[in-house]
T-cell receptor, first 114, second 115 residues
Framework: AQSVTQLDSQVPVFEEAPVELRCNYSSSVSVYLFWYVQYPNQGLQLLLKYLSGSTLVKGINGFEAEFNKSQTSFHLRKPSVHISDTAEYFCAVSDRSSASKIIFGSGTRLSIRP | KAGVTQTPRYLIKTRGQQVTLSCSPISGHRSVSWYQQTPGQGLQFLFEYFSETQRNKGNFPGRFSGRQFSNSRSEMNVSTLELGDSALYLC??????????????FGPGTRLTVL
């Protein structure tokens, strides 16, 4: 079985500062990894995903994440945040053999201060 | 291309009642997955339907059921509602089932409140 741990429930950052949202996963099998964003009163939007290949994955809105197999981590980063990045971010994992079943972390609320 | 639509967007029910939620996937998508989102438990996978067949199931009681029609639209039913069923129910559609190459697109959700 897979599990996902998002180490920070809330991350406050000043506008234009860099940010890192941390994610660790646990799985006994090969997995796919995802980051989703949820804006208030909306559904989830895929930011980026790691399937295979290069461990550095670039996504939408200037976000990127690095897959680290030895540390079982998939941290999300952005070099300079904007007020519009205020949202909740979810790290997620799925078993490659059952990839439609996504296991989500508990979420990290990113709040941007002007 | 229209996105995933869910109806109704908001619903209020009382304990013991049953409820049916609807999800219309993106045109051409044949897989529909359902998730429950609550402050306490977070986002949890309910089930997935593909070509009218349930392909995957999460760890929820039998009060939660679903089905998919030939046009890929899906419904989710919860019987004998409990207060703890209050949640945002999200539907996601994808073209195929079972591969990470296959992005899931989420709808805006149905917010169910059980009184």
């Amino acid at each position: 079985a897979q599990s996902v741990t998002q180490l920070d429930s809330q991350v406050p950052v000043f506008e234009e500062a860099p940010v890192e949202l941390r994610c660790n996963y646990s799985s006994s099998v090969s997995v796919y990894l995802f980051w989703y964003v949820q804006y208030p009163n909306q559904g989830l939007q895929l930011l980026l995903k790691y399937l295979s290949g290069s461990t550095l994955v670039k996504g939408i809105n200037g976000f990127e994440a690095e897959f680290n197999k030895s540390q079982t981590s998939f941290h999300l980063r952005k070099p300079s945040v904007h007020i519009s990045d205020t949202a909740e971010y979810f790290c997620a994992v799925s078993d490659r053999s059952s990839a439609s079943k996504i296991i989500f972390g508990s979420g990290t609320r990113l709040s941007i201060r002007p | 291309k229209a996105g995933v639509t869910q109806t109704p967007r908001y619903l209020i029910k009382t304990r013991g009642q049953q409820v049916t939620l609807s999800c219309s996937p993106i045109s051409g998508h044949r897989s529909v997955s359902w998730y429950q989102q609550t402050p306490g438990q977070g986002l949890q996978f309910l089930f997935e339907y593909f070509s009218e067949t349930q392909r995957n199931k999460g760890n929820f009681p039998g009060r939660f059921s679903g089905r998919q029609f030939s046009n890929s639209r899906s419904e989710m039913n919860v019987s004998t509602l409990e207060l703890g069923d209050s949640a945002l129910y999200l539907c996601a559609s994808s073209f195929r089932s079972g591969t990470g190459q296959n992005e899931q697109f989420f709808g805006p959700g149905t917010r169910l409140t059980v009184l």
